[in-house]
Each structure stands twice: as C-alpha cells, then as structure tokens.
C-alpha cells in the first residue's frame, strides 16, 4: 500500500518560518521525482518545487529564493523548508510522487500564514 504523509503544517506569522516533511511507504522511493504543490481556497493547484532522483531541483518562481526542497532516500522521505512566509503562501501543501505513469498524492498538510 502507497503511503505518502504530510507533516509540519500549521500557523506561521509572515516572515517566518516552516519546514514540511513527506514520509512515503509503499514505492521504490529513489526512483521517483518528488514534488510539493499547494493549492489555496479557490485557486488551482499549483507547483512549489520539485526535486529529481539525483537531486535536481526547480521551484516555481514565487518560491524561488525563499523555499528550499531536499530528499533522503535513506528515510524516503522529502521536505521543504519554507521561510520568508507570506500571507500568499497561505495553502494546503500536498506531497506527489511520480515515476513514469506513477503518481501518488499526499492528503495535504494546512499552511496558514498570519499576524
């Protein structure tokens, strides 16, 4: 059974900082391109960033300079360290695995960036 769980989400104020965690079961987790989305209330879901089995990595451009992903293959697990938070940055951060026609999805995990 594929399993891929958000973790880390919660309440920031802007300007600070969060760091999601994405513990996956279930895939052959190093062959995969690991990807964090987001998508807020009334919005499409969109790409934050991404990062290939070798590490390559790309980021959309709001989270460019400000959110940084990274892997551990040891622990199948990806993250993204989120800083200089905006009130925009506000979402559900989903966790996606993909491998040719594989893809999995994360439940998502609640971001909320606020004074």
């Known amino acids: 059974q594929v399993q891929l769980v958000e973790s880390g989400g919660g309440l920031a104020q802007p300007g600070g900082s969060l760091r999601l965690s994405c513990a996956t079961s279930?895939?052959?987790?190093?062959?995969?391109?690991m990807n964090w989305y987001r998508q807020a209330p009334g919005k499409l879901r969109e790409l934050v960033a991404g990062?290939?089995?070798?590490?390559?990595?790309k980021y959309a451009d709001s989270a460019k300079d400000r959110f940084a992903i990274s892997r551990d293959n040891s622990k199948k697990t990806v993250n993204l360290h989120m800083s200089s938070l905006k009130p925009e940055d506000t979402a559900v951060y989903y966790c996606?695995?993909?491998?040719?026609?594989?893809?999995?999805w994360g439940q998502g995990t609640q971001v909320a960036v606020s004074s």
């Open positions: 996606n695995a993909v491998f040719r026609t594989l893809e999995y």
């Open positions: 990062i290939t089995p070798d590490s390559g990595t």
């Open positions: 279930g895939i052959s987790f190093q062959l995969y391109n």
